[in-house]
C-alpha cells in the first residue's frame, strides 16, 4: 500500500513540476517578447476607452442597471481580453508544433496531460495581466464596487477560467490542424461568443434573434457573475448560473482537447 501511495506522490510530483515548467517557460516569453502581451493588453482597453464614451448616454435609460458606465463594461472589457489572452498558450503549441519541439514533449515517458494543463495554466496566469490594467484604469475613472472585495476575487475567477476554457477549444483546433494559421478559427469563436451577449447592453434591450442567442449565449451568465459586486450586493441566484456556465465550457472544451491530444500522440 505504502508503495502504491509512494508511486502516486512521485507521479503527481512529476505532473506537478511539467506544469510549473510550461508556466515559467511561456512568461519567459513574454518577458523577452514583450509583443506578445501588448496587443492583448491593447484591445481591452480600448474597448473600455471607447465603449465607455459611446454607451455613456446609454445609462440615463431606465432599465440600463447603472448611473456609472464603467460598472457595466469594465468586466465586459475584461473577460475579451481574457479569453484573447487565453490564446496565448495555443499560440505558443502551434509555433512548437511547426518548430518540432512538441514532437519532443509527446516522446517523453509519462501522461500527456500534464502538458495540456501546464498550457491551461500558462494561459489563465497570463489572463491577469490585461485584467488588472482594466480594472486600474477603470478604478481611476470612477468605477464603484458596492459588492465588496469578494467581487474581484469573483472577477479574477471568471476571467481565468474563460481564458482556460479558450485556450482549450484554442488547443483542441492547433492538435488538429497542427498550424498557427488555424487560430483564425478560436478567434472567430471568441468574437461571435463575446458580441452576441449581453456585453454591451442589457438583454432587455436586445430584439429579436439577438435577443435569443444572448439568452442561450453561456457567456450572459458568465457576464452576470461577474458584474453582480459593481452594480449591487452579490447574489447567489446570479452567481450559480455563471458557475454552472464556467464548469460546463471547461468540460466540453477540455473534452474536445484532450480527444484531439489523443489523436494527435497516435
Known amino acids: 500500500m ?3 501511495v509512494s508511486v502516486r506522490s512521485r507521479g503527481l510530483s512529476q505532473a506537478g513540476g ?3 515548467v ?7 516569453k513574454i518577458r523577452t517578447r514583450p509583443a506578445l502581451i501588448v496587443p492583448v493588453l491593447f484591445m481591452p ?3 473600455v476607452i471607447s ?3 459611446a454607451f455613456s448616454s446609454l445609462t440615463r435609460i431606465r432599465g440600463y442597471g447603472t448611473d456609472n458606465i464603467f460598472n457595466w463594461l469594465a468586466v465586459y472589457a475584461v473577460l475579451t481580453g481574457s479569453v484573447f489572452a487565453g490564446m496565448g498558450g495555443p499560440n505558443a503549441t502551434a509555433e512548437d508544433i511547426e518548430n518540432g519541439f512538441f514532437d519532443r514533449l509527446l516522446l517523453a515517458p509519462g501522461s500527456r496531460i500534464p502538458v495540456l494543463l501546464g498550457t491551461v495554466a500558462f494561459s489563465a496566469i497570463r489572463s491577469t495581466i490585461p485584467t488588472t490594467a482594466v480594472l486600474l484604469l477603470s478604478f481611476a475613472n470612477g468605477l464603484s464596487m458596492p459588492g465588496g472585495p469578494v467581487t474581484l476575487l469573483i472577477v479574477y475567477l471568471a476571467t481565468s477560467s474563460m481564458a482556460s476554457v479558450f485556450c482549450l477549444i484554442g488547443l483542441s483546433v492547433v492538435y488538429k490542424f497542427r498550424t498557427v494559421r488555424s487560430m483564425f478559427l478560436t478567434q472567430a469563436v471568441a468574437f461571435t461568443a463575446m458580441f452576441l451577449s449581453t456585453g454591451q447592453v442589457p438583454i432587455g434591450f436586445l ?3 439577438l435577443h435569443e442567442v444572448a439568452r442561450i449565449n453561456p457567456v450572459t ?3 452576470r457573475l461577474g458584474r ?3 452594480l449591487g450586493d452579490l447574489q447567489w441566484s446570479l452567481t450559480w448560473p455563471g458557475l454552472v456556465a464556467l464548469a460546463a465550457m471547461l468540460i466540453v472544451s477540455g473534452g474536445l482537447a484532450l480527444r484531439q491530444l489523443d489523436r494527435l500522440s497516435e
Open 18 to 20: 511539467i506544469i510549473a
Open 228 to 230: 453582480q459586486g459593481f
Open 221 to 223: 451568465n458568465v457576464l
Open 22 to 28: 510550461i508556466c515559467r517557460r511561456g512568461m519567459r
Open 51 to 53: 465603449f465607455t464614451g
Open 2 to 4: 505504502s508503495s502504491v
Open 45 to 47: 482597453l480600448f474597448f
Open 207 to 209: 430584439d429579436g434573434w
